[in-house]
């Protein structure tokens, strides 16, 4: 797709048809050490503040994101930090393990599902528009993994609640609209809460630059790509040297066909016991550095 073709699709027909693909994927890697990637700047107290634009698909891709699963959590035999092959719709261990725990009828073994059950991130790019930790970022294109909480705020862009209140498609470059993200350490965790959009507007009134900017994004497919992940029996060797066990991890459960979706309502998932700080909770509205910290403590 050029970028004449790009221009012609901004309006409510593109608005339509990503608002569907956007309820389908809430519906329905790791960024660490890639410096394609961006990630906001928090104080000491751990509140932060940055101006950012979400950017159209890039290239000749449809979609201006990607969802992927992981797992991170601890067993007796170490960490277990891996992009989950649900992501790419595939069988994946964990979610298999995690069934079987569920479907025990067992409480316990529903806590140990509730812990380590896949968590939810989204890829988009961004473009810096104002980044007072790190100025040297604005006027740049990344990366950007964040969590359910900021995929909420775009879907309430695209269906607004009230009469008053006019739809927008938050990833266009003419009639989308600046996102000012707002970090606040709330409890121990951190919040988006008070995180929201601008007034509609162009990026930019030139076009050359708006082009300039659009081919400078990165490919979101490419996070897709079954390569990028470990395979079933790989996972599962993972998984058995995690829990300290030999027998395919079918001796704490009955091997019986139940999936936990992760918007299946349950109780809050319990934090881990060994040494994660309180900033970090099994939960897959997670969009922080949780699964970085869980990879920098796992190599210590």
Same mark, same amino acid.
């Given at each position: ?190 919040? !988006? *809460? ?8 162009? @990026?930019? /009134? =030139? &076009?050359?630059?708006?082009? +300039? ?18 395979? !079933? *029996? ?8 995690? @829990?300290? /066990? =030999? &027998?395919?991890?079918?001796? +704490? ?33 997670? &969009? ?13």
């Amino acid at each position: 797709m050029d970028f004449s073709k790009l221009k012609a699709k901004s309006g409510k027909n593109a608005l339509e048809d990503l608002t569907k693909k956007l309820q389908s994927a809430a519906g329905n890697e790791s960024s660490s050490g890639d410096d394609r990637f961006w990630k906001p700047t928090v104080d000491k107290a751990g509140n932060g503040y940055a101006v950012i634009r979400f950017l159209p698909p890039p290239g000749d891709e449809d979609v201006p994101f990607v969802r992927i699963f992981d797992h991170g959590f601890q067993g007796p035999g170490g960490w277990y930090i891996e992009r989950s092959l649900t992501t790419i719709g595939q069988n994946d261990p964990v979610s298999e393990y995690n069934s079987k725990l569920w479907n025990s009828g067992i409480e316990a073994n529903k806590d140990i599902a509730r812990k380590q059950k896949r968590r939810l991130s989204f890829y988009s790019n961004i473009y810096v528009v104002t980044d007072p930790g790190n100025p040297d970022n604005e006027g740049k294109v990344f990366l950007f993994k964040y969590g359910k909480k900021i995929f909420d705020k775009l879907n309430e862009a695209m269906n607004p609640q009230f009469a008053d209140e006019e739809a927008v498609n938050p990833f266009d470059l003419w009639a989308g609209a600046n996102f000012k993200l707002k970090i606040r350490q709330v409890e121990g965790y951190r919040n !988006y *809460d008070k995180s929201e959009f601008d007034s509609p507007s162009a @990026l930019s /009134e =030139d &076009d050359e630059e708006l082009e +300039r900017i659009w081919k400078q994004e990165y490919s979101l497919q490419e996070f897709l790509d079954p390569k990028e992940f470990k395979s !079933y *029996d790989e996972l599962k060797r993972k998984l058995a040297k995690v @829990l300290a /066990e =030999d &027998d395919g991890m079918s001796s +704490r459960a009955e091997s019986q066909e139940f999936t936990i979706e992760d918007n299946q309502e349950e109780a809050p998932a319990p934090r881990q016991k060994a040494s994660p700080p309180p900033s970090y909770a099994a939960d897959d509205d997670e &969009d922080d550095d949780s699964l970085e910290f869980f990879k920098n403590l796992a190599n210590r």
